[in-house]
């Protein structure tokens, strides 16, 4: 009998004291800014909240190389604030949503553009256009032991040090503890996951060679660069 091939190693994300964060599942909300909702032809109007998820093993540190995903021509950053679960639950108030929180941190959604919206103009599932290899860099977690709520200051995005994005975490339609307790309806939230909670207007494309950062204030920078297709 052959043996069996080798099991891929468990993601970990870093927090900002060098510990090692298992990562169990990623959470996004679609259309959290309405200057984004509008960008995106869509109506930013308070309506429930919608989430899409990717495979852990999308996440990457700061400083990682993100190849540039093969069948697409349009291949966008989105620049968000991270939310890391530190304990489990279930139909969790808003008012107490807080306390499941682990940390924050900055983030990236990359996305193929192209392939997200043809699947949406044909009433299909994202997974193509969002779950793709390498398409959550995350920055380091910081603990809100030390950081506090995560409920306003700026969240900005650079490509070659042109700011692209630039908004305030209070401009979330959905504010984390919202996030939290709306997702914890759908699913039993577990330790390890995590949720990024949209992006501001003005996602844009980028090509190989381009470096990318993502700011947000009390949080570790995020920087990647893109790199060419994956062999």
């Not at 489990?88 to 997200?116: E, N, W």
């Not at 700026?154 to 996030?179: H, M, R």
Request: aromatic fraction near 8%.
């Amino acid at each position: 009998m052959s043996p069996l091939p080798p099991i891929p190693a468990p993601t970990f994300a870093k927090t900002v004291d060098g510990a090692d964060f298992p990562v169990r599942r990623v959470f996004c909300v679609g259309r959290n800014y309405a200057e984004h909702a509008r960008e995106m032809g869509r109506d930013p109007d308070r309506e429930p909240p919608f989430f899409f998820t990717k495979w852990a093993e999308t996440v990457v540190p700061d400083g990682a190389l993100v190849p540039y995903p093969q069948k697409t021509a349009n291949f966008h950053y989105e620049a968000e604030l991270v939310v890391a679960i530190g304990r489990s639950g279930r139909d969790i108030p808003a008012a107490a949503a807080l306390g499941h929180v682990f940390g924050y941190a900055t983030g990236l959604d990359m996305t193929r553009r192209d392939l997200q919206l043809q699947a949406r103009s044909e009433g299909r599932p994202w997974d193509t256009g969002k779950n793709v290899e390498a398409s959550s860099p995350l920055g380091l977690i910081h603990p809100v032991a030390t950081l506090g709520a995560a409920d306003r200051g700026a969240i900005e995005l650079t490509v070659n040090g042109v700011v692209k994005q630039k908004a305030d975490l209070a401009d979330l339609i959905w504010p984390v503890a919202d996030i939290v307790a709306f997702l914890s309806g759908l699913y039993r939230l577990e330790p390890g996951d995590l949720i990024y909670t949209g992006t501001p207007a003005g996602v844009g494309p980028v090509v190989a060679g381009d470096a990318i950062v993502v700011t947000i204030d009390g949080l570790s920078p995020l920087a990647v660069t893109i790199g060419p297709p994956a062999a």
